[in-house]
Each structure stands twice: as structure tokens, then as C-alpha cells.
């Protein structure tokens, strides 16, 4: 079957660095996407990740391990509108995307 | 990057009326668009896969008879929630893919808020 398990809620400092945690399941992969989602908005594009290692993009890196069906989101120098809910999602040999539940995250000041 | 459109933004309507959400590519020819409803504080679920001119394929538990969807051209999809039940107030999204841009981009609309009264 197809899974993808994220926490649910995480809370950090404004200044700080968080890592939020994906692991999945899925058949067939065409790689890793993160998604950022605020309240009431559709969500937007953050990465993607095909193969494994890192892939940095400002504040903003993600890794990927296929063998272990894991990938993170790190994200540095928190600022308030990070605050969002952060969504992995797996593409399939479909292409279509697989969505985890997302990670709300919380940046306190 | 391509530009997706969703109209309207929100929409309240009365129960057993029917409402019509349209998804635009502005900028590119979307050879595949993707329907989405996430309900408060849960994932994005997939409802439908449109290509076009050909029929959409909706996923196990959707509804093809009461959320219609056509994707006539390249740059418009619509979904038609039909004879809409309170239960069916959530948030939809759509998000729409061309060849040109390649099978792993997928480019999402401001999404539609439908209130069902």
C-alpha cells in the first residue's frame, strides 16, 4: 500500500531551526515533493527531490534517502510567516501525487 | 513559473443547488489537470484526474454523477458539484500539468472555498 507519515504538529522558535520528518511508502517513485500550505490558501511549491542527498534553496533544504523511504525539510533563520503547514507528497509511477497529512508548524516569538 | 487560476474564490450556496468551479491554465496548455477537496485540518484527497478531451478517472469513493468534470480545452477544466448537501462544503483545489513542463511539475490554483447552506 501507499503511506506517508509526517508529525502532526511541531513548534519552534522565531531565529531557530526546525526539521520536519517525512517517511514513506509508496509504489513506484518519481521522486519527493514539499509543499507549504497556509490557512485558507492552496498549497505552494517548496522542493522536489528525485535523487538522494541534499538540495539547498535559500532557507530552505531538503533531503531525500530512497533506500530508506525518508526524506526531511529543514528550515533556518525561522521568521513568524513560516508558520504554515508543511505537506510531503510522494509522485507515483502514475505520476500522480501522494500526500502525507501535513506538519503544522508553529514559530513562536 | 505556469499560472493557475480557480474562480470563484469562494462561493456559499443553498443545499440541493449545483456549483460550478472553473480552473484555468493561463500561461501554458494543460494537458492534464488534477481535482482536490481538503477538508479543515486533513490532507489534500485526490478526487479526479482529467485529461483533455477525454473522460476524467475519479478515485475510489468520488461521485462521478454528482461532481462533474470536463476538461474541454487546454487551458479549462470545470467541476460541477451537483445538487450540493452541506457535507460537501470544503475547500477545492485544483492543480493543472503540461507536457511542456514536464510530468513531475504540477502547478496548483488559489483554490475554491464552497459553503453549502
Known amino acids: 500500500g501507499q503511506n506517508i507519515d509526517q508529525p502532526t504538529e511541531m513548534t519552534a522558535t522565531e531565529g531557530a531551526i526546525v526539521q520536519i520528518n517525512c517517511t514513506y511508502q509508496?509504489?513506484?517513485?518519481?521522486?519527493l515533493f514539499w509543499y507549504q500550505q497556509h490557512a485558507g490558501e492552496a498549497p505552494t511549491f517548496l522542493s522536489y527531490n528525485v535523487l538522494d542527498g541534499l538540495e539547498e534553496k535559500g532557507r530552505f533544504s531538503s533531503f531525500l534517502s530512497r533506500s530508506k523511504g525518508y526524506s526531511y525539510l529543514l528550515l533556518k533563520e525561522l521568521q513568524m510567516k513560516d508558520s504554515a503547514s508543511y505537506l510531503c507528497a510522494t509522485m507515483d509511477s502514475n505520476y500522480q501525487l501522494i500526500w502525507g497529512a501535513g506538519t503544522k508548524l508553529i514559530i513562536k516569538p | 513559473g505556469a499560472v493557475v487560476s480557480q474562480h470563484p474564490s469562494w462561493v456559499i450556496c443553498k443545499s440541493g443547488t449545483s456549483v460550478k468551479i472553473e480552473c484555468r491554465s493561463l500561461?501554458?496548455?494543460?494537458?492534464?489537470m488534477f481535482w482536490y477537496r481538503q477538508f479543515p485540518k486533513q490532507s489534500l484527497m485526490l478526487m479526479a484526474t482529467s485529461n483533455e478531451g477525454s473522460k476524467a478517472t475519479y478515485e475510489q469513493g468520488v461521485e462521478k454523477d454528482k461532481f462533474l468534470i470536463n476538461h474541454a480545452s487546454l487551458t479549462l477544466s470545470t467541476l460541477t458539484v451537483t445538487s450540493a448537501h452541506p457535507e460537501d462544503s470544503s475547500f477545492y483545489i485544483c492543480?493543472?500539468?503540461?507536457?511542456?513542463?514536464?510530468?513531475?511539475?504540477?502547478?496548483f490554483g488559489p483554490g475554491t472555498r464552497l459553503t453549502v447552506t
Open positions: 509508496t509504489s513506484g517513485f518519481n521522486g
Open positions: 492543480s493543472a500539468r503540461g507536457e511542456r513542463e514536464g510530468l513531475n511539475e504540477q502547478y
Open positions: 500561461d501554458f496548455q494543460a494537458t492534464t
